[in-house]
């Protein structure tokens, strides 16, 4: 993965379109970075790491994620991988939120308090 980086509209844009590949989303809190979310873009118009992030950041995603990013964007921080094959993209995503357990992965009404902020 990428070094995490703030979650800015600058740093966004500064991401090249059309990226298939891997993304997570950390949250900082007092200091203490833990991955908040974990996800895959295919690579296509409306689906690659840039667009993905991009409406995580303007909460206009599927996901909860966006809805509490939004609110307290300066928390936030971003990295990706890009990769050629889509398959194993999402191996690897799949493993990754197996393995972390990331609050917006796992958690169907995720909210701001499950990352430890009232």
């Known amino acids: ?20 590949g891997i993304y997570a989303i950390y949250h900082d809190f007092d200091g ?5 979310y974990v996800g895959r873009a295919k690579g296509t118009r409306g689906s690659c790491i840039k667009t993905r992030l991009q409406k995580h950041f303007n909460g206009t995603d599927r996901q909860r994620i966006g809805t509490v990013i939004s609110s ?18 999402k191996r690897i995503e799949k493993s ?7 609050p917006g992965n796992v958690q169907r009404k995720f909210k701001i308090e499950d990352l430890g902020i009232e």
């Open 32 to 36: 203490e970075i833990d991955t908040a």
């Open 72 to 89: 307290h964007q300066d928390e936030f921080f971003f990295s990706y991988e890009a990769m050629e094959d889509y398959e194993e993209v």
């Open 1 to 20: 993965m990428s070094m995490p980086k703030e979650m800015t509209e600058a740093n966004l844009r500064d991401i090249p379109s059309g990226l298939c």
């Open 96 to 102: 990754e939120i197996t393995n972390i357990l990331p």
